[in-house]
């Protein structure tokens, strides 16, 4: 191949990428715009425009405004870190089943909400909520990886995660028993499946700013994460602090995932699904990868926050429920696919 | 064995015949009669320590455990069944058989007739027009047409707006749905701004909050509401208050 055919097949992959993103993007204001039109009370299309904008009724423009809107920026924001929160850690590790919920990270940080929760010792709508979730999920993560060492197999990162997601479970439940409030067992068991209904921009305010700062953290390492994929000495001669790298993506994922668990619940494997999807669009280039992951993300959250909406039931399903469902088939198959490099790590 | 019957019994009954209340009898947010509850043991709700005390009836309530009561019942002991009343006169009888139980007839009727004073005053109250309050709990759950609450309602001069939102016994209501049926008042269990979970979150939702600030919401405690018996007749009183308190 000469250079010139290297540049213009280089060329095509590049448009080929910008291209795979933009049409992500779209699908993102797509999927946005459909959560915020769909409700147990129907409005039509025009209507939910017009009281986005100020218009129309009262009780309409607070349907739209105060009820849905929260709901959908939530599912827009958190899809979109748990995505990059997946594809930073699978980077980080050089690892396709690295994921927040494989790690036992949402469920490390919902245990330290349930304990604010059940305690009593706080508001659910303070700032206290996010901020013990965020230190136990980066405890967790940060434990994950001290236990199964630098450059840890499948297998370890695999049994460590499910040691450390069934320890924050039976932790979580210990503290429910503990609780003087009595209604509150069954606000937890609630409140674990994961949703994303009757939010309000309290919820957002909650939530956003860490989940903003997880992203950016996370974002700022993608160079790191390439210059990973050569290895982890190559990458300290490229000028790679790796020590500093894996603080920082902990740091990031414990502060996007707690935010995010804090007002939702657990919501697990969009991290883990999101980067897979893009995998085969965008290439393995672990630095490109990570917005596109976002972006699928987002994408998810939103669709199967509207499926919940939608799909008949007596009582309303949980989104967390619903991504579960399909995450974890997913998780199945990638194990399959993986079963060589796992028999290998044993052997 | 029962909350509720515990304050049907604390009504009633003499101290020394009460050998033990329920597990939840000193619950000051379910019970009425929490602080007069202390003075007796609590029981664990378990059959062992009803057995071990001996009683001559053990006052169940069919919501009460069906192993428990079996086991009970198995062992000889007189058991006496109450369901959940739904309506005001459901809660007369009940007095009227509890007070039979424990035979003293005399003070059932000294409590039904307190109850009824309670209506008629209620009833008096009233005001002509037809306000449409809905009855608000925790995770939007809404009580309909066969509760004690919506006779409550009933007696004040109040519709059930959950009829409107297509919910029978009972069920819950999505907030949007509260919203654009927009109620003239909701009746919640208490005031304050504290969220101490994400049900009672619900209830503060911002959305609601606007429609429904606190002097569009009609406040009447659990503890008078959930159970049949005396504090009906101040679960009434204080509901005609709010209203007046609301309507001015």
């Known amino acids: ?347 | 064995m029962n909350v509720c019957s515990d304050q049907l019994v604390l009504s009633l009954a003499d101290p020394d015949q009460i050998l033990g209340l329920s597990r939840f009898s000193r619950d000051a947010w379910q019970s009425w009669a929490a602080d007069k509850a202390r003075n007796y043991p609590r029981l664990s709700g378990e059959a062992e320590d009803v057995l071990v005390l001996k009683p001559d009836i053990v006052v169940v309530s069919l919501f009460d455990k069906r192993a428990t009561r079996e086991l009970l019942k198995a062992n000889g002991l007189h058991l006496v069944e109450f369901t959940v009343p739904r309506t005001l006169d459901e809660v007369k009888a009940q007095i009227r058989e509890m007070g039979d139980v424990v035979q003293h007839p005399d003070r059932a009727a000294s409590v039904i007739a307190r109850l009824d004073a309670a209506i008629a005053r209620a009833r008096a109250a009233a005001s002509g027009r037809h306000y449409r309050a809905l009855p608000l709990e925790r995770r939007g759950f809404v009580s309909g047409e066969a509760s004690l609450v919506n006779s409550l309602l009933r007696e004040v001069g109040l519709t059930n707006a959950a009829g409107e939102l297509g919910i029978g016994a009972g069920g819950f209501a999505s907030l949007e749905a509260i919203v654009k049926l927009r109620p003239d008042f909701i009746l919640v269990a208490e005031a304050g701004d504290r969220a101490e979970d994400d049900g009672r979150a619900f209830l503060l939702h911002p959305a609601l909050q606007r429609f429904y600030p606190p002097d569009k919401r009609i406040v009447l405690p659990e503890r008078l509401t959930v159970c049949g018996g005396v504090m009906l007749a101040d679960a009434l009183d204080k509901l005609t208050a709010e209203l007046q308190r609301v309507t001015r």
């Open chain 1, 1 to 347: 191949m000469s250079v010139q055919d290297f540049a213009l097949a280089s060329e095509a992959a590049a448009r080929r990428r910008w291209g795979a993103t933009a049409a992500l993007a779209a699908l993102v204001v797509l999927l946005a715009l459909i959560s915020l039109g769909i409700g147990p009370v129907r409005l039509s299309p025009l209507t939910v425009t017009e009281a986005l904008f100020g218009g129309a009724t009262d009780v309409a423009q607070v349907i739209v405004r105060e009820i849905r809107l929260p709901r959908t920026i939530l599912a827009f924001a958190i899809g979109g870190i748990l995505g990059l929160s997946g594809a930073a850690l699978q980077g980080l590790l050089r690892n396709p089943l690295a994921s927040p919920s494989l790690f036992g990270a949402p469920q490390s940080a919902a245990f330290g909400a349930v304990l604010v929760i059940s305690l009593g010792l706080a508001d659910v709508r303070s700032y206290a909520l996010p901020v013990v979730a965020i230190i136990a999920a980066f405890g967790s993560v940060f434990a994950l990886l001290a236990i199964a060492g630098r450059n840890a197999g499948l297998l370890i990162l695999i049994l460590a995660g499910l040691a450390i997601s069934s320890f924050a479970g039976a932790a979580t439940a210990l503290v429910m028993n503990l609780s003087s409030n009595p209604f509150v067992v069954l606000e937890i068991a609630f409140w674990l499946l994961g949703s994303l209904e009757d939010r309000s921009f309290q919820h957002v305010a909650l939530a956003l700013p860490f989940i903003v700062a997880g992203a950016m953290i996370l974002l700022s390492q993608a160079s790191a994460f390439r210059a990973l994929t050569l290895g982890e000495e190559a990458a300290q001669s490229l000028g790679v602090d790796v020590g500093r790298l894996r603080l920082l993506v902990i740091t990031g994922v414990a502060l996007g995932v707690g935010g995010a668990v804090a007002v939702t619940g657990t919501i697990g494997f969009i991290g883990l699904v999101a980067p897979h999807l893009m995998r085969p669009v965008i290439g393995h280039d672990p630095a490109r990868l990570l917005v596109p992951s976002a972006l699928a993300g987002s994408a998810l959250l939103l669709a199967a926050d509207i499926a919940v909406r939608i799909i008949p039931s007596t009582s309303d399903i949980k989104v967390g429920v619903l991504t579960s469902i399909i995450g974890v088939p997913f998780f199945l198959y990638l194990i399959m696919r993986e079963r060589r490099a796992l028999g290998g790590g044993v052997a």
